[in-house]
């Protein structure tokens, strides 16, 4: 009896132990219908949110209004949506444009097909006092599946980012230049807004300048045209300088300098902008009875005359006039004695001294200045005047063009010829054109040389076509050059020539030409020749053959 109940206690001690073994390992069945996965899958999904509208991202600042605000989503699903509306929630101080304190809702509503992107704008009113940093929002979607009924939502948490705007200023440190002499002008450029200006860059227009705005600057000479100054950081600035050389005739006008700004904003775009910053010429010197005129440069390596102009603005008579003139460099060199004269220069009239002078290269553009000293007799006195002036030293370009002619390569008619630099320093840009004149049919054609070296002709060979087909005879054409020089001054030779492309052949139109003619007649005489000689020989008789065999 003990021995079954041991046994009866066992078994019901091995099923407590089993049953829960049992319990943990075998799996739940799912209800009928039920998948046994997790999906977690949604139809939306969202790329991009930012300030500016569909792939134009902008800047914006605290206290703006109605600025956009864009988002971008893709339809990740597997069928098509429609009646897309987008709702956001942003912290307190950005506020919907079109209604105050209401919802801030997309103003657009959309459909989507399966794989696809949209985009939903909405507009806000950012408020003041915001600071400049990254933000947290949410978005709410409302949609529906085609052909599916009931309306579906999802929810996006995402960040942005307040950008700020840069405001970009430029203006010259001092805007006065004296005339006749070098300045040095430093330009500010600075940023009063609320982000940075990246990487910027600026160019000198002198160019345009001299045809679009007012001021004459065919005659000013600048030694830079592009800076880049990095970035320009909020409510700070970087400044650039460059020499300008003024020349007398501009005293008392205002240079207009206009400047090509890029550079890239907070948002990553590449901006473009124009700039003008005005510089003063100051007067002439008000104090002394000669006004000066003097060149606006000197040729470099060449002797040359320095010529000067002196005005008597006086209404006196102003006698014997001495003159001396003094270069502030040792690589300028006067060809004689420092001393000049002129006997009298009436009121209000003018006279010139030729001075003979050598610019070295050592001083190829650069600007020297001058200390003119000037002793005369005005009324009965002796009046010593001391003046400054300079004058811009440009180095030699002396270009011809010679050898034009006719040459066929590789079946291909072609005008050649030579650019020959006689100067001192390398032509830059070179392009040669080929134009037609007097009723020629030659077509217009272009070929860029590049550089035209001083140490050897410059080849050049334009290949060239007719409007009536293969070219022949002698062609007028009109022959362009265009180069720069090193202060990238465009520059213009042109000269006429009349290049042969020779005689057509001739046709023959199915006879016998001229040339043929002659030799079948020279051969048809020859022949007739030897047969009339033939005729003419004398006949010897049988009977005096048959005796002198025997």
């Known amino acids: ?22 319990a943990q390992s075998a799996p739940e069945q799912p209800p009928p219908g039920a998948s046994p996965f997790t999906h977690g899958f ?30 971008v989503f893709a339809n990740v699903g597997t069928g098509d949506i429609t009646g897309i509306n987008g709702f956001l929630d942003l912290p307190i101080q950005f506020s919907p444009a079109t209604s105050a ?22 507009y806000l009113n950012v408020g003041k006092s915001l600071p400049i940093h990254d933000y947290s929002g949410t978005a709410k979607l409302t949609y529906s599946r085609v052909r599916e009924n009931g309306l579906r939502q999802v929810f996006f948490d995402f960040n ?28 500010q450029v600075s940023d009063s807004g609320t ?79 124009m700039r003008t910053v005005d510089l003063i010429v100051g ?44 270069p502030n460099s040792p690589d300028f060199k006067i060809l004689q004695d420092n001393k000049w004269f002129i006997h009298a220069i009436n009121p209000l009239e003018s006279s010139t ?50 050898g034009v002619q006719v040459s066929e390569i590789a079946g291909q008619q072609m005008i050649i010829g030579n650019v020959l630099n006689q100067g001192n320093v390398n032509g830059q840009f070179a392009i040669v054109t ?19 070296d001083i140490d050897a002709p410059t080849p050049f060979n334009v290949p060239v076509q007719s409007t009536t087909g293969k070219l022949s005879g002698d062609q007028k054409i009109l022959v362009t050059l265009t180069y720069k020089d090193t202060l990238l001054e465009s520059h213009t030779i042109t000269q006429i020539d009349t290049v042969s492309f020779g005689m057509p052949a001739p046709q023959s139109n199915g006879s016998f030409s001229q040339l043929q003619l002659v030799i079948l007649i020279a051969i048809a005489a020859g022949i007739g020749g030897i047969v009339f000689k033939i005729k003419k020989k004398p006949k010897v008789p049988v009977e005096e053959k048959t005796q002198k065999i025997s």
């Open 1 to 22: 009896m003990i021995y079954k109940t041991i046994l009866l206690t066992t078994i019901i001690l091995m099923g407590y132990l089993v049953v829960p073994i049992y």
């Open 42 to 71: 949604t139809d939306i999904k969202l790329l991009d949110a930012y300030f500016g509208y569909p792939n134009q991202k902008i800047e914006v600042q605290p206290g703006d209004k109605n600025v956009p605000f864009t988002m």
């Open 101 to 122: 304190g209401g919802v801030i809702e997309a103003d657009n509503t959309q459909s989507a097909t399966a794989g696809s992107s949209f985009t939903l704008t909405f």
């Open 160 to 187: 942005f980012k307040l950008t700020g705007k840069g405001l970009l200023n430029m203006k010259a440190d001092n805007p006065f230049l004296q005339p006749a002499s070098n300045n040095q002008v430093t330009i």
């Open 195 to 273: 982000a940075s200006l990246n990487d910027v860059d600026i160019t000198l227009n002198s160019q345009s300048n001299a045809s679009n705005v007012g001021s004459n600057l065919q005659n000013v000479v600048i030694d830079q045209h592009h800076w880049n100054i990095g970035t320009v950081s909020t409510g700070s600035s970087n400044s650039y300088s460059f020499n300008i050389f003024v020349p007398q005739d501009l005293a008392d006008q205002t240079l207009h300098l206009p400047f090509t700004l890029t550079y890239f904003d907070s948002q990553g775009n590449h901006i473009s902008d």
């Open 283 to 326: 007067p002439a010197s008000s104090t002394t009875t000669i006004k000066l005129s003097t060149p606006s440069y000197i040729m470099m390596g060449v002797m040359q005359n320095l010529t000067l102009g002196l005005q008597n603005m006086s209404p006196s008579k102003i006698s014997d006039i001495s003159i001396s003139i003094t």
């Open 353 to 402: 001294i030729q001075i003979p002078v050598f610019a070295d290269q050592n001083i190829q553009d650069q600007a020297v200045n001058f200390v003119m000293n000037i002793q005369y007799t005005k009324d009965g006195s002796t009046v010593i005047e001391t003046q400054n002036f300079a004058t811009y030293i440009r180095p030699v370009i002396d270009v011809s063009v010679y």
């Open 434 to 452: 080929i134009d037609p004149l007097e009723g020629s049919t030659i077509k217009t054609a272009t070929q860029y040389i590049g550089d035209i």
